[in-house]
């Protein structure tokens, strides 16, 4: 049986992953959810959310079982778990994004998002970013529309409700990352057709410049986890029962 390390994106928390969790876990698999510094019920203060920190907190938790995980990272925590896979990748089995950034080693999300597949996603055009150091908001509406827009109101009131204000440090912060050894390590992605958050567009290019082991295409949009939850763990659920073979550069 596998082991899965689910990481959130912007905004989010562990709570995210409570319609995928149980199924994953009925298959008999291990499953550990973790909330970023600042997302969730963590209440990191703002100059401590960093890039760095919040790899930390996913190697932490890799660290926390002796079995290799398949890392999962959704949206920003794409970012994150990039970082972490290259800061402990002896810990991973595999890397899975989720409708997620996949960034070279000095990238950014930021400068991702100034890709021109990018343009005319619904998150760049409603973000607010105010403070010192900076804190990006988005308004419930703007994130109806732009996250949850194949959701029903139920569920977008739902996650809406849990959602917080996101540290911008993060974003701005390029990935320090071997690419060597991320290379060694097989990746997969669950492309959102859907999407106004995070372009197919701009999935499809960073799918182009990081080759996958296969690509999943979910008729979703932001939040697959909500929208098209059987579809997500079923392609989890797949990419447990293929056999991984790693070796760190």
């Given at each position: 049986m596998a082991r899965f390390v689910l990481v959130h994106g912007a905004f989010g928390g562990a709570w995210c992953w409570e319609p995928v969790t149980g199924p994953l876990e009925e298959a008999g698999h291990t499953v550990d959810t973790?909330?970023?510094?600042?997302g969730g019920t963590d209440h990191t203060p703002v100059a401590g959310i960093t890039l760095a920190s919040c790899a930390k907190r996913v190697?932490?938790?890799?660290?926390?079982?002796?079995?290799?995980?398949?890392l999962v990272g959704y949206s920003m925590g794409g970012v994150v778990v990039t970082q972490a896979a290259?800061?402990?990748?002896?810990?991973?089995?595999?890397?899975?994004f989720v409708a997620a950034f996949m960034p070279a080693n000095g990238q950014s999300l930021l400068d991702m998002t100034h890709l021109p597949e990018a343009e005319?996603?619904?998150?760049q055009?409603?973000?607010v970013i105010q403070g010192e150091p900076p804190v990006a908001t988005l308004s419930a509406e703007a994130t109806a529309a732009a996250v949850y827009n194949d959701c029903?109101?139920?569920?977008?009131?739902?996650?809406?409700?849990?959602?917080?204000?996101?540290?911008?440090?993060p974003y701005v912060t390029p990935v320090e990352v071997d690419e060597a050894t991320l290379a060694s390590i097989p990746r997969y992605f669950m492309l959102t057709a859907r999407d106004q958050a995070m372009m197919p567009a701009l999935q499809r290019r960073m799918i182009r410049e990081h080759p996958c082991e296969r690509v999943?295409?979910?008729d979703a949009d932001h939040a697959p986890f909500l929208s098209?939850?059987?579809?997500?763990?079923?392609?989890?659920?797949?990419?447990a029962g293929e056999p991984v073979e790693m070796s760190v550069a």
């Amino acid at each position: 049986m596998a082991r899965f390390v689910l990481v959130h994106g912007a905004f989010g928390g562990a709570w995210c992953w409570e319609p995928v969790t149980g199924p994953l876990e009925e298959a008999g698999h291990t499953v550990d959810t973790l909330d970023l510094p600042g997302g969730g019920t963590d209440h990191t203060p703002v100059a401590g959310i960093t890039l760095a920190s919040c790899a930390k907190r996913v190697c932490d938790v890799l660290a926390s079982r002796p079995e290799r995980a398949m890392l999962v990272g959704y949206s920003m925590g794409g970012v994150v778990v990039t970082q972490a896979a290259s800061n402990c990748p002896e810990h991973v089995a595999s890397l899975v994004f989720v409708a997620a950034f996949m960034p070279a080693n000095g990238q950014s999300l930021l400068d991702m998002t100034h890709l021109p597949e990018a343009e005319g996603d619904l998150i760049q055009a409603n973000i607010v970013i105010q403070g010192e150091p900076p804190v990006a908001t988005l308004s419930a509406e703007a994130t109806a529309a732009a996250v949850y827009n194949d959701c029903t109101s139920e569920q977008t009131a739902w996650a809406v409700a849990r959602r917080r204000p996101q540290a911008v440090a993060p974003y701005v912060t390029p990935v320090e990352v071997d690419e060597a050894t991320l290379a060694s390590i097989p990746r997969y992605f669950m492309l959102t057709a859907r999407d106004q958050a995070m372009m197919p567009a701009l999935q499809r290019r960073m799918i182009r410049e990081h080759p996958c082991e296969r690509v999943f295409e979910l008729d979703a949009d932001h939040a697959p986890f909500l929208s098209a939850t059987d579809e997500l763990v079923q392609a989890l659920l797949e990419i447990a029962g293929e056999p991984v073979e790693m070796s760190v550069a």
